[in-house]
Nanobody, 127 residues
Framework: HVQLVESGGGLVQPGESLRLSCVAS????????MAWFRQAPGKEREGVAA????????YYLNSVEGRFTISHDNAKNTLYLQMNSLKPEDTAIYYC?????????????????????WGRGTQVTVS
């Protein structure tokens, strides 16, 4: 069992920055891979960034690459998403997710189907 709790969301103006955090607790065997997803009203959930918490490999959605940075602090069991140069289109509820393994399929690291545990989300509004 893994529990994920996000924090750090809020209201910011375009161009500003925000840092999201996700504290994980429980079985570390199910947090080998972690990711951030987001969902805007009326839209499908999309993968934003993912990380292999073992070797540090990262994967990003094209539209956020260069602006967002995903990282993981093993000692604190915490996942982060540093979001810079925020745009109105980044507005969404951001969710933290974890998985023991990822299918070797195209886009697997950023596919919601790959993840088993989810946080309740934190709202990010850019306006």
């Amino acid at each position: 069992h893994v529990q994920l709790v996000e924090s750090g969301g809020g209201l910011v103006q375009p161009g500003e920055s925000l840092r999201l955090s996700c504290v994980a607790s429980g079985n570390r065997g199910w947090t080998n891979f972690m990711a951030w997803f987001r969902q805007a009203p009326g839209k499908e959930r999309e993968g934003v960034a993912a990380i292999d918490t073992g070797d540090g490999s990262t994967y990003y959605l094209n539209s956020v690459e260069g602006r967002f940075t995903i990282s993981h602090d093993n000692a604190k069991n915490t996942l982060y998403l540093q979001m810079n140069s925020l745009k109105p289109e980044d507005t969404a509820i951001y969710y933290c997710a974890a998985a023991k393994g990822i299918p070797d399929l195209p886009g697997g690291y950023l596919s919601a189907r790959s993840y088993n545990y989810w946080g309740r989300g934190t709202q990010v509004t850019v306006s």
